[in-house]
């Protein structure tokens, strides 16, 4: 069964101080995708980044970049410079055939 | 704004009473799915429809049901309503079938409280 894992329950850092969410996934499936969304205390969720599992190009974009290893099923998020407007719930999904798997998520509080 | 509407925003009810929740996907999407997000299970997968077909099936109550209408929004029914069915819930939408082909997109969420 797939399931998803992001062991940090909470971060705090201080403004334009660089943050990495954790997240870990477990997956019988050989094409799969991964996702990161973010909920900020508004409480929509909101798209960050998606990636398949033939792709383990890690890419930036703006401040936020990922880190895909499939060698250890690891798909983690760097928010660089981090900003107070960053404040928010993260989470790390899976999907392989329709159902996504969403792991606990990451509180990351940001502080001027 | 990510284009999906959800009506109401806040529903307060009672234990053993029925609601409605009803979700309208982005303009050119054909797959609505609904999530719950609760403080004890986080966010969980519930259903999904395709063209007005359940595609995939989650965690879903036997007390719960959805469907997908032709124009496409979808509403999800939640019957003999316990206090721990209260929760966020979410629908998305993306336009394809398989969902992590497609990115979905979240609408703002209904919180329902359960009294």
């Known amino acids: 069964a797939q399931k998803v894992t992001q062991a940090q329950t909470e971060i705090s850092v201080v403004e334009k101080e660089d943050v990495t969410l954790d997240c870990v996934y477990e997956t019988r499936d050989t094409t799969y995708y991964l996702f990161w969304y973010k909920q900020p205390p508004s409480g929509e969720l909101v798209f960050l980044i998606r990636?398949?599992?033939?792709?383990?190009q890690n890419e930036i974009s703006g401040r936020y970049s990922w880190n895909f290893q499939k060698s250890t099923s690891s798909f983690n998020f760097t928010i660089t410079a981090s900003q107070v407007v960053d404040s928010a719930v993260y989470f790390c999904?899976?999907?392989?055939?329709?159902?996504?798997?969403f792991g606990a998520g990451t509180q990351v509080v940001v502080t001027p | 704004d990510s284009g999906v509407t959800q009506t109401p925003k806040h529903l307060i009810t009672a234990t053993g009473q029925r609601v409605t929740l009803r979700c309208s996907p982005r303009?050119?999407?054909?797959?609505v799915y609904w999530y719950q997000q609760s403080l004890d299970q986080g966010l969980q997968f519930l259903i999904q429809?395709?063209?007005?077909?359940?595609?995939a099936k989650g965690n879903i109550l036997e007390r719960f049901s959805a469907q997908q209408f032709p124009d496409l929004h979808s509403e999800l029914n939640l019957s003999s309503l316990e206090l721990g069915d209260s929760a966020l819930y979410f629908c998305a939408s993306s336009p394809g079938e398989l969902a992590g082909a497609d990115t979905q997109y979240f609408g703002p969420g209904t919180r329902l409280t359960v009294l």
């Open positions: 429809y395709y063209n007005g077909e359940e595609r």
């Open positions: 303009s050119g999407d054909l797959s």
């Open positions: 999904a899976h999907d392989s055939w329709g159902k996504l798997q």
């Open positions: 990636r398949n599992s033939f792709d383990e």
